[in-house]
C-alpha cells in the first residue's frame, strides 16, 4: 500500500466529514449523531487498510464471502484491529453462517425466516440488526412492506437473545437529485418515530449515500454508507 494511496483515501474521508458536519449543522443536529459507514464493496483489503489509517471506524460489505474475506486479510494488521464490519447487502439465509457473530451490525434483514436464521446462529450473543423497509415499492430491492413492518418488529422480538433489532434502513430509488431521495427518508424516520417505544427505540436510521448524504442527515439519519466518495468507483463496476 502506498503512502499515495493513504494520501488520497484519507483526504476523501476528510472531505466526506466535512460534508456530514456541515449537513449536520444546517439541520441543527450535533455531527456526532451521524456515523459514517465507509462502503468497501468490491475495493480491495488495501484501500480498507488505507481507511483505516485515515481514522475509519466502520465498514460496510455487500457480499458475505467478501466480509470473511477481507476481515481475513487485515487480520493481522494493527490499524485494523478495532474496526467494526457492517453487512448491508442482501443476505441469504445459507449464508447467515458467514456474517451473524462476525458483523457489528446486519443492515437488511426484511424477513422472519432471515431473522430466525441469524438468532439460530448467533445463540445466546445478541447480533444487532436493522430491518431494511421498502422505499417505494421496488420488487428487486430488499425491504419490507412499510404495513408489514409492526408485525415483523413483534416477531424478530419473540426470537430472544440470539437478535436485536436497532433501528431501520432504506435504499431509495438511485435518484437523479439528491432532493429526490427525501420523500423516502422522511418515510422511514415518521414510520420510526410512530414504531419507536422506550423499550425499542429503534435508534438507528441508516440511510444516506455519497449523492444524497446531506438530505438523508435533514431528514434524521444516524448512519450514512458512503463508497464512491472515499474508494472511487469501483473496480469492474458502475460506482
Given at each position: ?23 449536520a449543522q ?98 445466546d450473543t ?37 437478535v436485536e ?75
Amino acid at each position: 500500500m502506498s503512502d499515495a494511496v493513504v494520501k488520497v483515501v484519507a483526504a476523501r474521508v476528510a472531505a466526506v466529514r466535512e460534508r456530514i458536519a456541515r449537513a449536520a449543522q444546517a439541520a441543527g443536529r450535533d455531527p456526532a449523531s451521524v456515523e459514517l459507514l465507509a462502503v468497501s464493496k468490491l475495493h480491495p483489503p488495501e484501500a480498507v487498510a488505507a481507511a483505516c489509517r485515515a481514522g475509519v471506524g466502520q465498514v460496510g460489505e455487500n457480499y458475505a464471502q467478501e466480509m470473511v474475506a477481507k476481515i481475513e486479510a487485515l487480520a493481522d494488521d494493527p490499524a485494523c484491529a478495532s474496526l467494526a464490519w457492517h453487512f448491508i447487502g442482501h443476505l441469504q439465509r445459507n449464508k447467515a453462517k458467514l456474517v451473524a457473530g462476525r458483523a457489528a451490525l446486519i443492515h437488511a434483514v426484511d424477513s422472519i425466516e432471515l431473522a430466525r436464521e441469524i438468532a439460530r446462529r448467533s445463540g445466546d450473543t445478541p447480533q444487532p440488526i436493522l430491518l431494511a423497509v421498502s422505499a417505494a415499492g421496488e420488487e428487486q430491492k430488499t425491504g419490507a412492506d412499510p404495513e408489514r413492518l409492526p408485525e415483523l418488529l413483534a416477531e424478530v422480538a419473540e426470537l430472544g437473545p440470539g437478535v436485536e433489532c436497532r433501528g431501520l434502513m432504506t435504499m431509495p430509488p438511485l435518484p437523479e437529485r439528491a432532493e429526490d431521495s427525501r420523500p423516502y427518508f422522511r418515510a422511514l424516520r415518521e414510520l420510526r418515530d410512530r414504531l419507536a417505544t422506550p423499550a425499542r427505540p429503534l435508534a438507528v436510521l441508516s440511510m444516506g449515500t455519497t449523492v444524497d448524504l446531506e438530505v438523508a442527515i435533514a431528514e434524521g439519519a444516524t448512519l450514512v454508507r458512503v463508497g464512491t466518495a472515499i474508494f472511487g468507483r469501483r473496480p469492474g463496476g458502475d460506482g
